[in-house]
């Protein structure tokens, strides 16, 4: 078992203690980490005993350990998987030579990129969700928002590990800057525009965790593939823990349209919203808008950033290996571009189109789960149907940003977006009737009315476990 050495300071497996210089510069960083997240992170709750997962070790089976701890005592820590013997790059121009164990000087600013971009994403959903404990539906929900919280911290501690051990004086300059930015502060915001976005009730945390943590899923897997292994292997672990984020937000909102379910077949002559739920087509205008705010994540449709990364063998395709050839060298994308108002269909050269290959991989994972939703409308006797919106739909970045589209993807002129994007995209009211109904629920197994009770508990604990003791 390649188990992790608790006996540091900084908890980690890449044998710190032998890097006296490294360890004093993480160390140096550390206090200024538990202040941001004292002053960033959840509100309120540093002093209460959460039922937490620390990771233990990296092997597969029995990585984790749970326990009852309080937030700021997590063993954040640096944790990579194993070695492999000698990895070699799997794609791009450097295919089939050994991976690189140091920076590649060519690709210095290239890669110091990718790391921070990364990197940022994780403190700043920390910070969009730090107010949610209060209005937390349960102690379950309470506690997962906290495990949450804690990984995405850690995943910080990854990236950060990776700059100052590798970057040297810039990129500890960058370490520093990850802790000074802050989610929607207009002056000094977070990198990415979704991660800007507040993140202030329930529904749309798990919106958020679904959707927004699925997208931090599609680009930890192609950086897992990187020629530079020092981060294939630190975000291979991370894909371990990020898992269940996106499990948090699938059955969250899965919950919610059962319980929903539930009180239009005990009141089928009244609006759900009259009973306290929330009703389905409310719910699916969260989907549209999260959706489509994350699809703006992967990037421009079109890109030279996306070719350089892929030709320089430092971002690949999510599971590489699958494909049948790794330089995508002659090869074409047919993808529908917008172009003076138009779909026109176009030919792109693969390299130059991998944001998009990444994309559609996503997309495809997406709607697994929103068919799962729909087997909760099924199961009921529902007759609904939610929907993942077309890429196109509401897009603020890339090809379609600008112009209108509804969720099938269908062009529209300005006035019939107008008069019609309500049907879509959550309005004041919508947001005003979910706040209303986010009160904090404290006793353990009982649930707010919203919401239905998960099928089982945290770690083959009972659902009215005390997750969090208040
Ligand atoms: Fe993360
Ligand atoms: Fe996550």
Same mark, same amino acid.
């Given at each position: 078992?390649?188990?992790?050495?608790?006996?540091?300071?900084?908890?980690?497996?890449?044998?710190?203690?032998?890097?006296?210089?490294?360890?004093?510069?993480?160390?140096?960083?550390?206090?200024?980490?538990?202040?941001?997240?004292? !002053?960033?992170?959840?509100?309120?709750?540093?002093?209460?005993?959460?039922?937490?997962?620390?990771?233990?070790?990296?092997? *597969?089976?029995?990585?984790?350990?749970?326990?009852?701890?309080?937030?700021?005592?997590?063993?954040?820590?640096?944790?990579?998987?194993?070695?492999?013997? !000698?990895?070699?790059?799997?794609?791009?121009?450097?295919?089939?030579?050994?991976?690189?164990?140091?920076?590649?000087?060519?690709?210095?600013?290239?890669?110091? *990129?990718?790391?921070?971009?990364?990197?940022?994403?994780?403190?700043?959903?920390?910070?969009?969700?730090?107010?949610?404990?209060?209005?937390?539906?349960?102690?379950?929900?309470?506690?997962?928002?906290?495990?949450?919280?804690?990984?995405?911290?850690?995943?910080?501690?990854?990236?950060?590990?990776?700059?100052?051990?590798?970057?040297?004086?810039?990129?500890?300059?960058?370490?520093?800057?990850?802790?000074?930015?802050?989610?929607?502060?207009?002056?000094?915001?977070?990198?990415?525009?979704?991660?800007?976005?507040?993140?202030?009730?329930?529904?749309?945390?798990?919106?958020?965790?679904?959707?927004?943590?699925?997208?931090?899923?599609?680009?930890?897997?192609?950086?897992?593939?990187?020629?530079?292994?020092?981060?294939?292997?630190?975000? *291979?672990?991370?894909?371990?823990?990020?898992?269940?984020?996106?499990?948090?937000?699938?059955?969250?909102?899965?919950? %919610?349209?059962?319980?929903?379910?539930?009180?239009?077949?005990?009141?089928?002559?009244?609006?759900?919203?009259?009973?306290?739920?929330?009703?389905?087509?409310?719910?699916?205008?969260?989907?549209?808008?999260?959706?489509?705010?994350?699809?703006?994540?992967?990037?421009?449709? %079109?890109?030279?950033?996306?070719?350089?990364?892929?030709?320089?063998?430092?971002?690949?395709?999510?599971?590489?290996?699958?494909?049948?050839?790794?330089?995508?060298?002659?090869?074409?994308?047919?993808?529908?571009?917008?172009?003076?108002?138009?779909? %026109?269909?176009?030919?792109?050269?693969?390299?130059?189109?991998?944001? !998009?290959?990444?994309?559609?991989?996503?997309?495809?994972?997406?709607?697994?789960?929103?068919?799962?939703?729909?087997?909760?409308?099924?199961?009921?006797?529902?007759?609904?149907?939610?929907?993942?919106?077309? *890429?196109?739909?509401?897009?603020?970045?890339?090809?379609?940003?600008?112009?209108?589209?509804?969720?099938?993807?269908?062009?529209?002129?300005?006035?019939?977006?107008?008069?019609?994007?309500? !049907?879509?995209?959550?309005?004041?009211?919508?947001?005003?009737? %979910?706040?209303?109904?986010?009160?904090?629920?404290?006793?353990?197994?009982?649930?707010?009315?919203?919401?239905?009770?998960?099928?089982?508990?945290?770690?083959?604990?009972?659902?009215?476990?005390?997750?969090?003791?208040?």
């Amino acid at each position: 078992m390649s188990k992790i050495d608790y006996s540091q300071k900084i908890p980690n497996n890449v044998d710190l203690k032998s890097d006296k210089r490294l360890q004093r510069a993480l160390e140096r960083w550390q206090p200024g980490y538990i202040e941001w997240w004292k !002053e960033a992170g959840p509100t309120d709750f540093n002093e209460n005993d959460i039922y937490l997962r620390t990771a233990v070790s990296v092997e *597969r089976d029995g990585w984790a350990h749970f326990e009852h701890v309080k937030m700021p005592d997590y063993r954040w820590g640096i944790f990579l998987t194993p070695h492999e013997k !000698e990895a070699m790059i799997g794609f791009g121009d450097h295919l089939g030579e050994p991976a690189w164990q140091q920076v590649p000087g060519e690709y210095r600013n290239w890669l110091r *990129r990718l790391i921070v971009t990364q990197a940022d994403t994780e403190p700043a959903s920390v910070e969009q969700q730090r107010l949610l404990g209060h209005t937390a539906p349960s102690l379950y929900d309470m506690r997962n928002l906290f495990q949450v919280n804690a990984e995405e911290g850690r995943h910080l501690w990854a990236m950060v590990y990776l700059l100052h051990s590798y970057f040297g004086k810039d990129g500890r300059e960058e370490a520093d800057e990850l802790l000074d930015r802050r989610s929607g502060n207009p002056d000094h915001p977070r990198i990415l525009s979704t991660f800007n976005e507040p993140c202030e009730d329930w529904l749309s945390f798990f919106c958020f965790t679904m959707f927004t943590d699925r997208d931090g899923k599609y680009q930890l897997l192609s950086l897992a593939e990187s020629g530079f292994d020092p981060l294939a292997r630190s975000c *291979r672990f991370i894909l371990t823990e990020e898992a269940h984020h996106m499990f948090v937000g699938q059955t969250g909102i899965a919950r %919610v349209i059962r319980r929903t379910c539930e009180i239009m077949n005990e009141h089928p002559d009244s609006c759900p919203s009259e009973h306290g739920v929330i009703p389905l087509e409310l719910i699916q205008r969260y989907v549209y808008f999260w959706a489509a705010s994350s699809l703006d994540l992967f990037g421009a449709e %079109v890109s030279s950033n996306s070719a350089n990364f892929f030709a320089a063998g430092l971002k690949g395709r999510a599971e590489e290996p699958k494909y049948e050839e790794h330089t995508a060298n002659d090869q074409i994308f047919e993808m529908e571009r917008w172009k003076d108002d138009r779909l %026109v269909r176009e030919e792109i050269p693969m390299r130059n189109a991998m944001n !998009e290959v990444l994309r559609e991989a996503y997309i495809a994972d997406n709607v697994k789960g929103i068919e799962y939703w729909n087997r909760e409308c099924a199961k009921a006797g529902i007759d609904f149907t939610f929907r993942y919106p077309h *890429r196109r739909f509401n897009r603020s970045l890339g090809e379609f940003a600008g112009s209108r589209f509804d969720p099938e993807g269908t062009p529209l002129d300005e006035a019939t977006w107008a008069e019609r994007n309500t !049907e879509w995209l959550p309005s004041e009211d919508d947001k005003a009737f %979910v706040k209303s109904l986010m009160q904090q629920v404290t006793e353990p197994g009982r649930f707010a009315a919203w919401i239905a009770p998960p099928a089982r508990g945290i770690n083959s604990q009972s659902v009215d476990f005390e997750y969090v003791k208040l």
